[in-house]
């Protein structure tokens, strides 16, 4: 057994925790008080550090990496930006990785060089009325000649205003529940694809949270992925990698929140001592590490276990249910340890608490976490649940 | 990076659970119920070496890793959290000291019985008055001629009754608090030595845990465990890897609980079906798993830090803290899931529910964890 991270990975962590401290910090709280999509940012990303393809093959122009290095990048960009953390997550595992991994030859030579070198990439599946129900999705794609012609609304579209390559499901068979679901390569200037303006969060602003309007939006049939009705399993398949990524997010969510908290407790006097010597405070800084370290184990156990392709969906399950409901936990505690000042802008552990209670929430709610972790449980002990 | 158990520790975990299931798990509840010393299981513990797993094979030791060892102390508390701590007790208080501060001449006379399984040992370091606190130890050994002369009261002595060997700490210089502690080596058949009634505790009742008494008792000085004054070091280093024994005791307490609560739930009917179906059951499982999941694998790095030969303060904490609040936790959820059958004692939750709780207390309460932690963040 060994918990420690290669020298390559090392080194990758360091090269992206200098560039995060360098070239990104400064540019976070600007985007985030208007809530901007840091574009030209992560045009640089993609061409100076190879960001845009970090699964992807490199005949694609990708960089290869298994999924443990992926985790330690997204995990060091969230310590300083959570939004960028997801618009680079998302980008990559729901779009670039999903493309390389279900398209065919023909559509990879087609979208992967593009999407990996320049473009930006989302994923829709949610729907106003859809949510962790995905059968209840309610657009709806019918064939037409060598098209499909898709009709329905999509919402909470991570980098969804931005998007060169949309990734979309609708229903090609209404009767068929999750089997009837089908996945597309959409394209951003596709007759009938309206773009709606993104909505105003709480948190993670600079990332898109956008609205898709289909209306008889015509896409080539050779753009269906896999085929008729594999939406669902192509979509669950990569939200398993999706919720590592968000793991890693509220892991770096956690390490920044911690690492404020206890710089802040050393510096600040009450009662004539550091407030660090307290007791009070020293049990909030434990709880946090505790978690943190647990959250981590967690997260890149279940990243392992997907680089060695074996089974991780309830590991990562277990790592996203577990990564979230700490990084709100201890951006909590970072907030109270800070007192008043917490609640400012100016000691950000505020940006990093509205920031952590969205990892609870996408990619699968922690209550659809908690229902994959027990089901798949129930079913090792030969039990399957309703 | 690397998840997984080697060959070696796989074939460990086997024998271990194919042992404490088919032996320990049958008379589990019986040892709970008569609170009697299992002395046969202790033996079929030496039988495989696993009263002295880390122990090197040079003085009769198992030599294994302590990975090797979260791996068995799991599997065996799973099936009797009594025979759990009387085997770490020995593995990681006992043996483990014996092997990094002793003498040769130390290890020839002590650790080679103890580590076979032979001889059994305790650690004394608790009294009536001094817990958390080590530096209130009252208990003293005062020079005389080429021996000591220990005097005192030492309880909540696991082992404490049947052990043949103890590890005494006591105060060589009481105006020195921490800096005054020394350790002993002390055959348990010394005179002036005696053994208090067994403690009538809430769990592991298996554990012989009892008071032991110190008047005019001579040890010779070279039963001195490193050097006097030092004790409180050998005492700290010890205690880290016992941790790591008792994060791993409460992954089995928690990983028992969780079996029942889970098979329960699954032939337990109500509103028409088995309450494995009810979402408020379905969550708690997933908690009950999430929970065990993040104890065992803090538990494991923890012991993979103290294989790697560094400092393991802060990773033993950690361990330690949330696998004894998840057995706590999952225990608790496995008696809500069983309704009021849990409340019976037909029901091994019962039991889970009442060994659980020392978890959080022994070998450093969660509160001194907390400490640790905080202390090693701070730094």
């Known amino acids: ?386 | 990076m690397d998840y997984a158990l080697n060959d070696e520790e796989r074939l460990i975990l086997a024998t271990a659970r194919e042992l404490a299931e088919k032996e320990f798990a049958p008379r589990a509840a019986e040892i709970d119920e008569t609170g009697a010393f299992p002395r046969e299981n202790v033996a079929k513990l030496a039988e495989l070496g696993f009263m002295g797993m880390m122990t090197s094979e040079t003085w009769g030791g198992a030599g294994l890793s302590t990975i090797a060892y979260v791996a068995a102390m799991e599997a065996v508390s799973r099936a009797c959290a009594s025979t759990g701590v009387i085997m770490s007790v020995n593995n990681s208080l006992v043996c483990d000291p014996l092997e990094k501060f002793g003498t040769e001449e130390q290890k020839e006379r002590y650790l080679r019985s103890l580590a076979s399984g032979e001889r059994l040992g305790a650690y004394c370091l608790t009294e009536p008055q001094a817990g958390s606190d080590a530096s209130r130890q009252k208990t003293t050994a005062v020079p005389d001629g080429d021996a000591y002369v220990i005097n005192g009261t030492k309880n909540f002595i696991t082992n404490g009754q049947v052990a043949d060997v103890l590890l005494v700490y006591l105060m060589t210089d009481p105006a020195a608090g921490n800096r005054g502690i020394s350790c002993f080596i002390v055959d348990a058949d010394t005179p002036g030595i005696e053994r208090g009634r067994k403690e009538n505790t809430m769990g592991i009742r298996g554990s012989s845990t009892c008071t032991i008494s110190f008047t005019d008792v001579r040890v010779p000085a070279s039963n001195l465990l490193g050097a006097p004054g030092k004790g409180f070091n050998v005492a700290l280093a010890t205690l880290d890897g016992g941790r790591i024994g008792i994060a791993a005791q409460a992954l089995g307490i928690a990983a028992h609980a969780l079996e029942e609560a889970t098979r329960y739930s699954t032939e337990r009917e109500s509103f028409g079906a088995p309450i494995a179906d009810l979402q408020a059951i379905q969550w708690m499982l997933a908690d009950s798993v999430t929970e065990l999941e993040a104890a065992r694998w803090l538990t494991y790095r923890a012991a993979a830090a103290k294989d790697g030969g560094g400092r393991f303060s802060t990773e033993a904490a950690m361990a330690k803290l949330t696998a004894s609040r998840a057995a706590v936790t999952v225990a608790d959820r496995a008696v809500q899931v069983h309704g009021g059958y849990g409340y019976v004692k037909e029901y091994a939750v019962e039991r889970c529910y009442r060994d659980a709780k020392i978890t959080e207390i022994y070998e450093g309460t969660s509160e001194i964890q907390r400490m640790v932690i905080a202390r090693n963040l701070l730094k």
């Open chain 1, 1 to 386: 057994m060994d918990f420690d991270w290669t020298d390559e990975q090392k080194i990758l962590r360091e090269t992206i925790r200098e560039f995060a401290e360098a070239e990104i910090a400064p540019e976070v709280l600007e985007h985030e008080r208007e809530g901007k999509f840091p574009r030209a940012l992560v045009q640089r990303m993609w061409e100076e550090l190879g960001l845009g393809g970090m699964l992807a093959p490199e005949e694609f122009g990708g960089f290869d990496l298994d999924p443990v290095s992926y985790a330690v990048v997204i995990e060091e960009l969230a310590r300083v930006w959570p939004a960028l953390a997801i618009i680079v997550s998302v980008h990559n595992s729901v779009s670039v990785q999903l493309l390389n991994l279900h398209g065919t030859e023909a559509q990879k030579r087609r979208y992967l060089p593009d999407l990996i070198s320049r473009q930006i990439g989302a994923f829709s599946l949610s729907e106003p009325g859809a949510g962790s129900d995905v059968a209840a999705l309610r657009a709806t794609a019918v064939r037409d000649g060598d098209h499909y012609v898709l009709n329905g609304e999509k919402n909470w579209i991570t980098n969804g205003l931005t998007a060169d390559l949309y990734v979309i499901f609708a229903k090609t068979d209404s009767s068929a529940g999750n089997r009837g679901i089908s996945a597309f390569i959409v394209e951003r200037n596709s007759p009938g694809l309206v773009v709606a303006p993104p909505e105003r969060k709480m948190g993670i602003k600079a990332s898109e949270a956008a609205s898709l309007v289909l209306q008889d939006c015509r896409v080539p049939a050779e753009n269906l992925l896999e085929k008729e009705g594999a939406g669902f399993k192509i979509a669950m398949k990569e939200l398993d990698g999706g919720r590592i990524g968000v793991g890693a997010q509220a892991v770096g969510i956690c390490q920044a929140a911690l690492q404020r908290a206890a710089d802040y407790a050393k510096e600040r006097n009450a009662f004539g001592r550091p407030i660090a010597e307290f007791q009070a405070i020293q049990w909030m800084l434990a709880e946090m590490a505790a978690r943190l370290e647990a959250a981590r184990t967690l997260v890149y156990r279940a990243a392992w276990l997907r680089a060695r392709g074996l089974s991780h969906s309830r590991e990562a399950s277990i790592a996203k249910l577990y990564a979230s409901e700490a990084a709100t936990f201890i951006t909590h505690r970072a907030i109270q340890i800070h007192g008043g000042y917490g609640f400012t802008e100016d000691y950000q552990v505020e940006r990093f608490y509205r920031d952590a209670r969205v990892t609870e929430i996408y990619e699968g709610t922690s209550e659809i976490q908690r229902l994959v972790i027990a089901r798949d449980w129930l079913r090792e002990h030969g039990y399957r649940s309703r």
